[in-house]
């Protein structure tokens, strides 16, 4: 006989968490004024998250918000993704059914993975090479339809239970939580911390938020003995003997959960102490009070997930509809069971509760109620809804252990996760088959065919409608999921054993390999592998790869072999060998009729084509990619067309044609919810602002790129972007810090030639501008050894080789700086010889290093720097060309040439560095116009003055005398005893000439006075 705690058991007053609240309310308001916010809601199981939770929802229903509630279920970990979201979503669609339509219009197939009733999943792309854009599609779609949704009106999105959260549900949390950045958006997110232990996944993805400005972490502790008192007298309806406040605030520490349990003990007749200290006896003391119908429902549900619905329930149950009506209203009256709110079936009330009942089953009992649960849902499919339906029944198989009948629906789930771009819990689902796959009888092994595209992987070799599944054929699955979630190290695993059971099994008698198609397409993965691991570059493993294919019939794993090969010369070694293996990858792909591979092949060969020269070809053929890409609506493909035209077009020096491609690029793949591809296109158009004189904007550009890239190498494109800006602004230190973050970005394990020597050409500027000499010419000599800058990587070589020169030009005369020079400059022309100078650009640039190697070396020919400055005057490069008139002026009044046209020169330079910001080339300028006495600006200038003591920075002339001896390298010692002054009156000239050149140290004041002649006579 029940209580009469049927009615309420749980506590009516809402006891302490006032400051909580506030919290929450407060993010409420913020969220409400346009900046979306997220808040994590921690703390032990039963300590009140969910009463919590409640009560700030009651709150924001109240101030006119939206609430969508979706709870992660623990049939989560058997691989059903997205559960909290979609739940949310379908709770947002009854509420706002014409909103979310006018939202998610346009991305209904893309949007359907995470909420089925918006229609007909979109299809996938077989023989897709890079596939690992289509989750962060789905996932910047789904922001998008977030921030339309909340333009308007404050929706909160609660999650309940994140440490059941499976893996896709956590990455979209974490991306929605980096990049909404508008919207009246907030997101509450609860979870147990007790459950967090050191290997939870929620560790990781916690530990990241909390780096997010916009995250709020609030963490419910135990009450007080207080607040223990208020909520016990809620519950009884009546002020509770203190003996009874001090049992059971004893017994639950202050747990609320506890509490109310003991509190229903209490009122149920026992006594304080006699009920069992074990947890798990206090959790079923109201359970084994109920009916055996009642348990038995209840033992049902607790094996069923965390909800059951009712047609499941009842099928499962075997008991009358009566009989089972009165057991569930038993069980929610005294409040074990919860109707869930759509009104489709039941859950426990608290999860330690259905913990605890689950427990309790005997062995035997769990995977009985599990096969009566598939057998059910077998008889009926429609007793659970469709999107989960396949997951929920490979779980209930997995988990009455029959491996016949698991292992076929594990399969089919595996694809259902692909197809809703959840590649965690594909690789689950994929590990179970592997587990099942000994144990499930010979018969039904057979019955299998093949699952997905692994990419262009053969799927059996031979007709897939007729051969079986092989189990090579589920570890390159399992292969792929890995590494487009991430799990790259376990992907690294799985293609090892695959690869060493193919060498087991598939030799011949004569030691050939007699599957090389699968061989080849295993090498071709450790290949990527190896390189994103930062074991190696790769290109052992493609080497084997193309033996494997070599000879046998065009097949399309034969085309992505040559494909990616080519793409690997493409970055590494660009030439003849690279165009070769780019023609015969178009070639294979075209005769197996796979589309997708031919188009990426034919990318890869554009670029490869401008870069021997062949421009207008090359640019002519990414743009037909582009156009039949869009066609056939290969996103990824399109997008990288836009990243490969920008930067082949910034190859060519047709920077502003750049700059429009790379801002399509940027629109489509955001439009395309192709995060990856929009950092790449970003990454481009920054480097093209550059050299147009985009300063400020490119620094703008850089600075987003940090904040939206996942991915490490665009993070790396946008240090050094902001390394070369800070270069060029006069700010070495922050130029070399940022230095540093790319190359941490970057890695040393694959050094591509256009990452190498544009870091390598900042670095040289900065050990140049820091008066680094020595420094300059072991950078360079590194390189030398290495064979870089080589064939096909001019577009970075010459820049490198100029900053080169013009640090060895800058230095002349600078004592020590002799010693060596010649080599040094042997090292330049050497690998100018290399280089191919194929476009108007680099054929200034070729001349431009020509001429800083003959000003090394003493001679300064204005008709040289006359043609170099009409080299450049078309190709829109201020910088350069204000850095050439600079030169060319220098020259002429060295000569005692055309004063006027020095003049000329220096002003259009000047008036150039001033609106770029150019500190280091303003300051040359001014003080080569100053020693000239040439005016900067158009005023009559002023008769010539005879020449000042402190001509010069306001240098005095015992002042000249000491940097005199500075750039000679003697110590303040030496000075004193050579001018017949005291050392510390020479530490405070040294002091005052650093102060007066803006430098750092002697070595930079040295360099400084070479390079502008100030201990010389002013030229005539």
């Known amino acids: 006989m029940l209580c009469d705690v049927e009615t309420k058991s749980f506590s009516p007053v809402f006891v302490g968490r006032a400051g909580e609240l506030a919290a929450l309310t407060e993010a409420l308001s913020r969220a409400s004024a346009g900046e979306p916010q997220a808040l994590l809601v921690g703390g032990e199981a039963g300590v009140g998250k969910t009463r919590l939770l409640e009560e700030f929802l009651g709150e924001a229903t109240a101030r006119g918000a939206v609430v969508a509630v979706g709870g992660c279920v623990e049939i ?7 559960a909290p979201f979609s739940t949310a979503l379908r709770a947002l669609r009854r509420t706002l059914p014409d909103e979310l339509a006018a939202a998610a219009e346009g991305q209904e197939g893309e949007l359907a993975r995470l909420l089925p009733e918006l229609g007909e999943a979109g299809g996938h792309e077989p023989y897709t090479l890079y596939n690992d854009d289509s989750t962060a599609r789905l996932f910047e779609l789904t922001a998008r339809l977030l921030e339309r949704i909340t333009a308007q009106r404050t929706v909160v999105l609660a999650l309940e239970d994140l440490h059941w959260a499976d893996a896709s549900t956590r990455h979209l949390l974490a991306y929605l939580v980096r990049t909404l950045h508008s919207g009246r958006l907030a997101v509450v997110a609860t979870y147990r911390s007790d459950d967090i232990h050191r290997r939870h ?7 990241e938020l909390d780096r997010v400005r916009a995250v709020h972490r609030v963490e419910l502790p135990r009450f007080t003995r207080t607040e223990v008192h208020r909520q016990l007298t809620g519950i009884l309806a009546a002020e509770p003997d203190a003996p009874l406040v001090d049992d059971i605030y004893a017994r639950s520490e202050g747990n609320a959960f506890f509490v109310e349990e003991l509190a229903i003990g209490h009122d149920c007749g026992y006594e304080p102490g006699a009920l069992s200290d074990s947890l798990r006896d206090l959790l079923l003391v109201r359970v084994e009070k109920l009916g055996e119908d009642a348990q038995k429902v209840a033992r049902i549900v607790a094996e069923g997930g965390s909800t059951v619905e009712y047609g499941l329930l009842a099928a499962v149950a075997g008991l009358p509809e009566d009989d089972l009506f009165e057991a569930l209203r038993e069980a929610v009256g005294a409040n074990i069971l919860l109707a869930v709110p759509d009104g489709e079936g039941y859950r426990f009330r608290h999860a330690l509760v259905r913990e605890a009942v689950s427990d309790d089953l005997l062995p035997g009992e769990r995977s009985r109620l599990n096969r009566r649960f598939a057998q059910a849902l077998e008889a009926d499919p429609q007793l659970v809804r469709a999107d989960a339906r396949t997951t929920r029944l490979a779980g209930y198989w997995y988990h009455a252990r029959d491996a016949a009948k698991a292992l076929p629906v594990v399969l089919r789930a595996a694809v259902e996760a692909r197809k809703r771009h959840a590649p965690s819990e594909q690789l689950q689902l994929l590990g179970r088959g592997m587990e099942l796959w000994d144990d499930a009888p010979e018969e039904v092994r057979a019955s299998l065919r093949p699952l997905d595209y692994a990419e262009a992987y053969p799927a059996c070799g031979c007709d897939p409608q007729t051969t079986p599944l092989g189990y090579l054929d589920l570890l390159a699955e399992a292969a792929v999921a890995a590494r487009v979630c ?23 008698p004569d030691g050939e390999v007699c599957d090389p198609l699968r061989a080849a397409w295993f090498w071709t993965e450790r290949s990527r592998l190896v390189s994103n691991l930062g074991r190696g570059d790769g290109w052992d493993e493609l080497a084997r790869a193309q033996d494997l294919v070599r000879g046998l019939p065009p097949s399309p794993i034969h085309a992505q072999v040559l494909a990616v090969a080519a793409g690997w010369g493409m970055l590494h070694t660009p030439g003849r060998e690279s165009l070769a293996a780019a023609e015969r990858a178009v070639e294979y792909a075209r005769l197996v009729g796979a589309e997708a591979i031919e188009l990426h092949a034919r990318t890869t060969l554009g670029c490869i084509l401008v870069d021997a020269g062949q421009v207008d070809a090359g640019l002519a053929m990414i743009e037909e990619v582009e156009q039949r890409s869009r066609i056939l609506k290969l996103s990824s493909e399109t997008a990288r067309c836009y990243v490969n035209l920008s930067t082949c077009l910034e190859a060519v020096g047709r920077s502003r044609a750049a700059v429009a491609a790379g801002r399509e690029g940027v629109d489509f793949s955001c439009s395309s919810g192709l995060r990856d591809s929009e950092c790449w296109s970003l ?18 550009g850089a600075q987003r790129l940090l904040r939206i890239a996942y991915s490490a190498k665009p993070r790396g494109m946008a240090h050094t972007q902001i390394a070369r800006l800070r270069l060029h602004r006069g700010e070495p230190a922050a130029a070399a810090d940022a230095l540093a973050d790319a190359r941490e970005a970057y890695g040393t394990h694959d050094r591509i030639p256009q990452q190498v020597l544009p870091m390598a050409r900042i670095e040289i500027g900065v050990a140049a501008a820091q008066g680094r000499l020595a420094d300059v010419r072991t950078c360079l000599a590194a390189l030398a050894e290495e064979g870089i800058p080589s064939a096909g990587s001019h577009r970075y070589g010459w820049p490198l080789l100029l900053a080169a020169a013009g640090a060895e030009a800058d ?4 004592p020590g700086a002799e010693t060596g020079r010649a080599e040094a400059l042997e090292v330049v022309r050497a690998a100018a010889r290399r280089l191919a100078a194929p476009v108007a650009l680099w054929q200034a640039y070729a001349l431009f290093v020509s001429a800083e190697l003959a000003r090394a070396e003493g001679c300064r020919d204005p008709e040289r720097w006359a043609e170099i400055t009409a080299a450049l005057e078309p190709l829109e490069r201020p910088y350069r060309l204000a850095h050439a008139r600079h030169r060319q002026a220098d020259a002429l009044l060295a000569v005692g040439g055309r004063r006027d046209d020095a003049a000329d020169l220096l002003r259009a330079a000047h008036r150039t560095a001033v609106r770029l910001g150019a500190r280091p080339l303003r300051e040359e300028l001014e003080l080569l116009a100053a020693r000239a006495r040439v005016p900067l600006t158009e005023q009559a200038a002023e008769p010539p003055r005879a020449a000042r003591p402190d001509d010069g920075f306001g240098l005095t002339r015992r002042e000249q005398d000491v940097l005199r001896l500075v750039a000679a390298g003697r110590t303040n010692r030496q000075i004193a005893e050579e001018l017949f002054i005291s050392p510390k009156t020479a530490s405070v000239h040294v002091s005052n000439i650093l102060g007066k050149l803006g430098v750092s140290g002697r070595g930079e004041a040295a360099a400084l006075a070479h390079r502008l002649r100030l201990l010389s006579e002013a030229p005539a």
């Not at 996944?201 to 530990?207: G, I, K, N, T, Y």
């Not at 990454?683 to 050299?691: D, F, R």
């Not at 230095?811 to 600078?814: E, H, I, K, Q, T």
């Open 486 to 508: 991430g799990e790259r190290e376990r992907a690294f695993k799985i293609v090892k054993r695959a690869l060493r059971l193919l060498d087991e099994e598939t030799h011949g």
């Open 683 to 700: 990454g481009n158009l920054t480097e093209s602002l550059v050299p147009l004189g985009e300063w400020d904007e490119a620094e703008a």
């Open 76 to 82: 989560g970990a058997d691989g059903l993704p997205f």
């Open 201 to 207: 996944p929620l560790r990781p993805l916690l530990a």
């Open 811 to 814: 230095a002349r005369g600078l």
